[in-house]
């Protein structure tokens, strides 16, 4: 049962991330700029996390004073990387669209969540690891490569890739921090603080390049979709989950996120995937299956 919930955790974040990046299309193409909307998400999603700190009952060693250097380190570490992934993953939406962005930063974290396990000895590097990450690195290339070739990429094409990729690297980093965050630190608490280190250093981002607000009813309400749902409660249920699974297994339950950002652009923006960056999720889906199967039979925490 603990498992299961532990999944369900992890595929609900997927699939409110996944119908946030149209969200946030929507906001960037209204005229916010990413880092004025990844401050707003944080700062909008942070009193809900830190009101429900607040109403539970907080067992002993919880509070930021007993945490160790090490520890606040990862905490805080862990909120950075979380505002650094959200900020890179808006500039390759304003570059690329909603779709491709988010199937690469969700696609390939589980790639680099691998390689940072064996790198660190959590894992080996066996044959099945192996094979995994061939097929993602394949299906990295036909995901990237764009169907009418180098030559006529559109303006933006490259910096909407390498923001993306850096997405997906920090990504990793929140999976592995959230993974390998202190037991005795309740889920609610570790997002609270994690939260509010990222709302910090998305300020000190976006205020030396002048903030961008919402204009408008609709945009307000979209600004408060992301902070409330795609953020407070989507990290809650991924923290939640991330602790109870290996990290390979929390980063792979989350590949639901490009499915649903995908599906919505095609039905929504007529912003449909071609068939060859399909393939490439298909064969990144199987090499996901791959990893994930390992970590599960090799009992990796």
Excluded: K
Aim: glycine share 12%; aromatic share 8%.
């Amino acid at each position: 049962m603990t498992a299961a919930l532990a999944w369900g955790g992890v595929l609900l974040a997927g699939a409110l991330w996944g119908g946030g990046a149209l969200v946030a299309q929507f906001l960037i193409d209204g005229g916010m700029a990413p880092q004025s909307l990844s401050l707003a998400r944080f700062a909008l999603g942070v009193p809900l996390l830190w009101w429900l700190h607040w109403r539970a009952q907080q067992p002993a060693g919880a509070r930021w004073s007993d945490l160790s250097r090490r520890e606040q380190f990862q905490v805080a570490g862990t909120g950075a990387a979380m505002a650094l992934n959200v900020s890179c993953w808006f500039a390759g939406i304003a570059h690329l669209g909603a779709a491709l962005p988010t199937v690469i930063s969700i696609c390939c974290a589980p790639v680099i969540v691998a390689l940072v396990s064996v790198l660190r000895g959590y894992e080996r590097l066996g044959l099945r690891l192996l094979v995994g990450l061939v097929l993602a690195l394949a299906g990295v290339a036909l995901l990237v490569m764009p169907a009418r070739g180098w030559s006529l990429l559109p303006a933006g094409h490259a910096a909407g890739l390498a923001w993306s990729f850096g997405s997906a690297f920090c990504y990793a980093l929140v999976v592995l921090g959230n993974a390998r965050m202190p037991e005795r630190v309740p889920a609610v608490t570790a997002s609270a603080w994690g939260m509010s280190a990222a709302a910090l250093c998305m300020l000190a981002v976006a205020w030396p390049e002048g903030i961008t607000w919402p204009s408008g009813t609709a945009q307000w309400l979209g600004a408060g979709y992301t902070g409330v749902v795609t953020t407070s409660v989507a990290y809650l249920a991924f923290a939640w989950g991330a602790r109870r699974l290996s990290p390979t297994a929390a980063v792979v339950g989350t590949l639901i996120e490009p499915l649903v950002a995908a599906l919505l652009a095609a039905l929504l923006l007529a912003q449909p995937m071609a068939l060859q960056q399909w393939s490439g999720a298909v064969l990144l889906a199987l090499a996901m299956l791959l990893l994930m199967r390992r970590s599960g039979g090799a009992g990796t925490d």
